[in-house]
């Protein structure tokens, strides 16, 4: 049959479907379930059914191969619902009729075809008998012999799988096939061990030389299964095993050399020595394999290798000679040990000194030892997997979990952290496919690889990447992050977003990562502004937003503060509120974290400051002319690289002076880049603004009343305030609302306070106060025109 005539994995894997599990999850569940119960039969119909569900396909079925692997049977099958099961229909049905079966599977061992009227005419004739449209296959290995397959077929039309189904599919069917083969093993056992105890109930004569030997091999086989398929530790248990098979041949040692072919070595993993030989395990770790190619070749030809006397290896077999005499060896056998069809390493046995002759025993034993190293090499793999990611190589969420512990234990110092998010990847997997998405994350993943070898690299979600660097001092930190950057742009615009943070004392790493998120998340705000085809995502909420502002369901307020000394309000700190249509008013805390997730909360920001700027406008010329008013923005606002320039545009456009602004700036801000941070306060500073540290103590917030009833805030309060005062800091004690609150702060010297701002409201002209005094004051300093609530709300 034509290669051309049908579809092979790798040529029409092209859908972009998407699955909610994930192969990794789907994968590790199976192989759960299949570990868990002692009901193969019942655990392999199980899965059959979940990963038919979870592929939604028509059929999903198991063929094993007969002793001889001449013939096939459907041992096990699901059928999704409307589907006429065909099971019965398919016993012993010959290889031969399909042709060359076992070559359909060359490709990954996987055999897949998108249309199966591409086949061949009698192909096509099977498979349109059961209703089949398009099939998946994936094959099962009994050393580099077919053994069978787990199967999809689809009815219902052309089935597309996309890559990441089939890799999960690929390794589903190695998970089944290793089980399938233990349970062979378990029923051959069985029968083993009913013969030997028919031979024992009889009384034959039990005869143990190189002639009659096969009663001994049993018995020692039967040892050996039940050791390997009993233990939970596959070290132990193989270890156990390879003494049986060493006190069998009366043999110097017994080992298994592995094959890593990725890495071109071999190495021996596994030893067992008679008393007095010296163990060789530690000087056969990485060694070329061209050094084991005459033994590979040797399995190619006679699937076993037996020298019986290395002095009669001939010249075109020098290299072998001197490997084996290096180590002592005279006699050698060995048989190889197979995985999916390929050769993987083999197990040797070093001068016997009995059975000689018997290699079957060998090769049995090596049957099932491939098939326990198999399925706990799954089991491994499996559990990497689950802290790996498996499209990138990078660790995943489980690894970071995991690693947060392993950081609070070592407080590594100093340490960086780097936050970085892919620029517009939803846009480029609609415009360009998730192929493109998903070379492009790859590509960020080996960067990351390659500036930061050394770091913990993870990749916490679709487009969300984290570094984590120990014990690193802040240039290198820098400069190895300025090249990674430089590597990832195009066009002078780096195709991430990017937050850092580092710290030289110790800190928790969520803490580090927290501050690193919330810097990439400003920094990508200037991504979205730039952006124009990003910024068509936002249009609808952009023109819903600006709409509210329009109509005046945003409102600016004033939270007035009074100078203690002339008891005068000369200053206010202008905030935000929002009016749902029935006229309530909505706090700040519900609608701006909305609109800093969706990046727009710098249209909220600088619409406060221009009325701010306009109502300081209006008020020139009045009493109200000294004013001043405090502003608050956002650190998504703050951080942006056009922060300043956008500032300063906004005041220009008024003939206001520069101290009549005062930029109120929280702690949390602050220590998010403080080199950042402070060169942008210089600049302020510089052109004539004021700055206030604003929530001084907090996150936790420092109001008066917290310590009006303790001695030890008393002192806490006065000397802040007397430390302020001393280099020359004013201070201003927001939230005071009883005559106690202010004989505390006015004993302590506070030049100012603000009021408490949920009970000094006015709205629409109307207020309620326990003192009509304050809010007349209220009233006549800041005008009849203000209070009511045309330009302003006053607090």
């Not at 049986?244 to 071109?264: L, P």
């Not at 000087?283 to 590979?296: D, G, K, M, R, S």
């Not at 005071?736 to 306070?753: D, G």
């Amino acid at each position: 049959m034509d290669e051309a005539e049908y579809s092979f994995l790798g040529t029409a894997i092209d859908s972009e479907k998407e699955f909610s599990d994930g192969p990794d999850n789907l994968a590790r569940y199976v192989f759960r379930i299949l570990y868990d119960m002692e009901d193969i039969d019942e655990a392999v119909q199980m899965i059959l059914e979940i990963v038919g569900k979870q592929f939604d396909v028509s059929r999903a079925y198991v063929f094993e191969s007969s002793e001889d692997g001449e013939c096939c049977s459907n041992t096990y099958e699901w059928c999704n619902n409307g589907i006429v099961p065909v099971k019965e229909k398919l016993q012993n049905l010959a290889y031969s009729q399909f042709g060359d079966y076992q070559n359909l599977f060359k490709d990954n061992s996987v055999f897949y075809c998108r249309d199966i009227r591409t086949l061949t005419r009698e192909q096509t004739e099977i498979f349109e008998a059961q209703g089949i449209s398009s099939t998946l296959q994936c094959a099962f290995w009994n050393e580099n012999n077919l053994s069978g397959f787990l199967g999809f077929d689809e009815c219902t039309g052309v089935r597309l799988w996309t890559k990441d189904e089939v890799n999960a599919l690929s390794l589903i069917s190695q998970i089944l096939a290793t089980f399938l083969q233990k349970k062979k093993i378990l029923e051959r056992n069985k029968k083993i061990e009913q013969e030997l105890q028919f031979v024992r109930e009889a009384g034959f004569p039990v005869r143990c030389d190189d002639n009659d030997c096969h009663i001994a091999a049993e018995k020692s086989i039967v040892d050996c299964i039940h050791c390997l398929t009993s233990s939970g530790y596959l070290e132990d248990s193989i270890e156990y095993v390879l003494e049986i098979i060493r006190e069998y041949y009366q043999s110097d040692r017994v080992y298994i050399m592995e094959i890593e072919e990725e890495r071109g070595i071999a190495r021996n993993t596994y030893e067992i020595c008679a008393k007095g030989v010296e163990p060789q395990i530690t000087f056969l770790q990485n060694i070329p394999i061209e050094a084991a190619v005459f033994w590979l070749k040797g399995f190619e030809t006679r699937d076993y290798i037996r020298i019986e006397n290395i002095e009669n290896l001939g010249e075109d077999r020098s290299l072998e000679y001197e490997i084996l005499k290096e180590q002592g060896i005279q006699s050698l056998l060995a048989v190889p040990l197979y995985v999916k069809g390929m050769i993987k390493g083999f197990l040797g046995i070093d001068d016997a000194k009995r059975y000689k002759n018997n290699i079957r025993y060998l090769r049995e034993l090596s049957y099932f030892l491939e098939n326990e190293i198999a399925k706990n090499a799954l089991k491994s793999k499996l559990e990497q997997m689950s802290y790996q990611d498996s499209m990138t190589g990078l660790e995943n969420r489980n690894s970071y979990t995991q690693y947060c512990g392993d950081f609070l234990e070592g407080r590594p110092v100093p340490a960086g952290v780097i936050f970085m998010d892919i620029n517009g990847l939803k846009i480029m997997n609609d415009k360009k496919g998730h192929m493109y998405g998903d070379i492009l994350i790859g590509y960020i993943a080996n960067k990351m690889k390659q500036f930061f070898p050394e770091g913990r690299k993870f990749r916490l979600s679709g487009d969300e990447f984290l570094i984590v660097t120990e014990r690193i001092e802040y240039s290198k930190f820098r400069t190895m992050l300025s090249a990674m950057e430089k590597s990832l742009s195009e066009d002078g615009r780096c195709i991430v977003s990017v937050g850092t943070s580092w710290s030289d004392v110790q800190e928790d790493l969520p803490e580090l990562v927290n501050k690193a998120e919330r810097l990439m998340t400003i920094n990508k705000h200037d991504y979205y502004r730039e952006n124009k085809n990003i910024a068509a995502e936002k249009v609808p909420l952009l023109r819903e937003l600006l709409g509210s502002i329009v109509k005046k369901e945003f409102l600016v307020y004033l939270q007035l503060k009074l100078h203690v000394k002339t008891g005068q309000i000369d200053s206010a700190e202008v905030l935000v509120r929002y009016r749902e249509k029935d006229g309530s008013i909505v706090s700040p805390f519900k609608f701006v974290p909305l609109l800093e997730s969706e990046r727009l909360i710098s249209y909220i920001d600088f619409f406060v400051m221009e009325e701010a700027c306009r109502l300081l406008t209006k008020w020139k010329n009045t009493s109200l002319s000294d004013m001043k008013l405090a502003l608050n923005f956002s650190g998504i606002t703050l951080f942006d690289d056009h922060f300043f320039e956008n500032f300063c545009k906004i005041f220009g456009k008024y003939d206001l002076k520069p101290d009549q602004l005062e930029l109120e700036i929280t702690e949390t801000q602050e220590t998010l880049n403080k080199k950042q941070m402070a060169y942008l306060l210089k600049q302020l500073k510089n052109y004539g603004f004021c700055i206030a540290l604003d929530d001084f103590g907090v996150e936790y917030s420092s109001y008066i009343q917290k310590y009006q009833k303790s001695d030890k805030g008393d002192i806490l309060v006065k000397h802040i305030i007397q430390m302020s005062h001393a280099i020359g800091i004013q201070c201003c004690a927001e939230g005071v609302e009883t005559e106690e609150h202010f004989a505390i702060i006015r004993i302590y010297n506070m030049n100012k306070v603000g009021f408490e701002q949920e009970r000094d409201q006015l709205i629409e002209g109307e207020g309620y106060d326990r003192s009509e005094n304050r809010a007349a004051v209220r009233r006549r300093q800041c005008g009849a025109e203000q209070a009511s609530g045309k330009e302003s709300r006053i607090l």
